[in-house]
């Protein structure tokens, strides 16, 4: 008897959950169910900003998939993803080819820079494991260096971010927590270190409440971050970025850029032939592409759009959870001869971090919350993901429990 083989590709909030629902709705040996990641763990993309700032050691954001996933009931392939034929149902690795009845597309996001000179060479991103511990080393390098240099070049202690959305208000809020360190540690004042947030619009973190903004931004400019808004970067080179603000240039010197403005859907599904909208899938209510009846999308590789809004969710980490619980479902849906239903999001709220036991957020039936109980809420959630992925175990071993400082 032919046993359905699920593919599930990348381990990211929504593949790794897809993963292990399916694991829980069916028995062994009732189905294959294979996943494929690049690396032999998963992790907490929303935690990247903490390990980049040095917050927070990076084996603490990283979970090893062998501790999440049944090997009775998954295969787990290490290798990296190069292209999918879905016309004859497989998936092409560096090292193998694999065959499917269901494949699972989860490959995440990746950078991009809108065409802007020198970002791809010269500025860093929140992106993975590795590129937040470089991050990390490189500020760290440039604190180390700054009394070596013949001539002190405050260009070191510059440190611009480009972007003032999720990703460079957390990062800049977990970076002004590590400076008081930092410059004690390589005996630097701390007033000659500088982090400089380049906003393109007219407001940071956009679709906020504009009173949440305002505090996010009162809260960050009062332990030392500096805004410049309606300023869209033009250049990086490797000692400054350049960019333009009510028509004239200006330039900051700087050896340190994180860009933090712009990512899309991996690469490999346009590429694979797939319909797309800006990279993305469009997906049909159920989470499947609109040509293949086989493959399903999760998180940043979906397009799914709110028929109330007519604009799509944002990509979070929130709705590729909720995602996963549906693909997972309508597997064993298809696999049974059952109809899918379709996937309904539903918002829990969404929380903003600025450094410690600092953020903003909405929760509750659209509740505004702030400060420390904010902060509180933000580590519940963090923890609730925790406990669905792998249990009062996986809580207590990379959970969050630093309420009070």
Same mark, same amino acid.
């Given at each position: ?87 004859? !149902? ?30 791809? *060479? ?22 180390? &260096? ?20 999720? %990703? ?61 808004? &309606? ?9 400054? $970025?350049?960019? *333009?603000?009510?028509?004239? !240039?200006?330039?900051?010197?700087? !050896? ?6 712009? $990512?899309?859907?991996?690469?490999? $599904? ?38 109330? %809004? ?58 505004? $919350? ?12 963090? &923890? ?17 429990? &630093?309420?009070?400082?």
């Amino acid at each position: 008897m032919h046993k359905p083989h699920v593919v599930i590709i990348g381990a990211g909030y929504g593949g790794i959950m897809t993963t292990v629902k399916l694991q829980k709705l069916f028995g062994k040996g009732q189905i294959r169910i294979t996943l494929v990641n690049k690396e032999d763990y998963h992790y907490q993309t929303t935690w990247l900003h903490e390990n980049a700032a040095g917050t927070l050691h990076h084996d603490r954001t990283r979970i090893p998939i062998k501790e999440v996933v049944n090997k009775d009931k998954v295969d787990f392939i290490l290798d990296t993803v190069v292209s999918i034929n879905p016309e004859e !149902k497989k998936v092409k690795l560096e090292n193998s080819e694999l065959e499917y009845d269901m494949l699972v597309i989860g490959l995440g996001f990746e950078k991009t820079t809108f065409g802007i000179p020198g970002i791809d *060479e010269h500025a860093f991103s929140i992106e993975s494991i590795n590129s937040a511990r470089l991050i990390r080393e490189h500020l760290e390098y440039n604190f180390a &260096n700054y009394h070596y240099d013949k001539e002190k070049d405050n260009a070191r202690l510059n440190i611009v971010i480009g972007g003032g959305g999720f %990703t460079g208000m957390e990062f800049a809020g977990e970076l002004i927590n590590r400076i008081p360190e930092l410059s004690a540690e390589y005996d630097i004042e701390k007033a000659l270190v500088r982090i400089i947030i380049l906003e393109a619009s007219s407001t940071v973190l956009q679709g906020f409440d504009p009173q949440l903004i305002e505090y996010a931004m009162t809260s960050l400019e009062s332990r030392g971050v500096e805004f410049v808004t &309606n300023a869209a970067i033009k250049e990086c080179t490797s000692d400054s $970025v350049i960019y *333009e603000k009510d028509g004239k !240039k200006c330039e900051i010197p700087t !050896k340190t850029v994180i860009w933090s403005a712009g $990512v899309q859907a991996n690469g490999i $599904v346009e590429q694979s032939g797939f319909e797309t909208n800006r990279g993305k899938v469009e997906v049909r209510t159920d989470l499947r592409t609109p040509e293949f009846d086989d493959v399903f999308v999760v998180g940043d590789c979906a397009m799914v759009v709110d028929k109330e %809004t007519n604009r799509a969710f944002p990509p979070t980490a929130q709705i590729a959870i909720q995602q996963s619980s549906v693909i997972a479902q309508n597997i064993k849906a298809l696999i049974e001869g059952k109809a899918t239903e379709p996937f309904k999001a539903k918002s829990l709220g969404t929380v903003a971090s600025l450094g410690h036991d600092d953020a903003i957020g909405v929760v509750l039936n659209n509740r505004k $919350v702030f400060g420390w109980k904010a902060s509180v809420m933000k580590k519940i959630i963090d &923890n609730r993901y925790l406990f669905k992925l792998g249990g009062f175990g996986l809580v207590m071993k990379k959970g969050k429990f &630093n309420f009070f400082y």
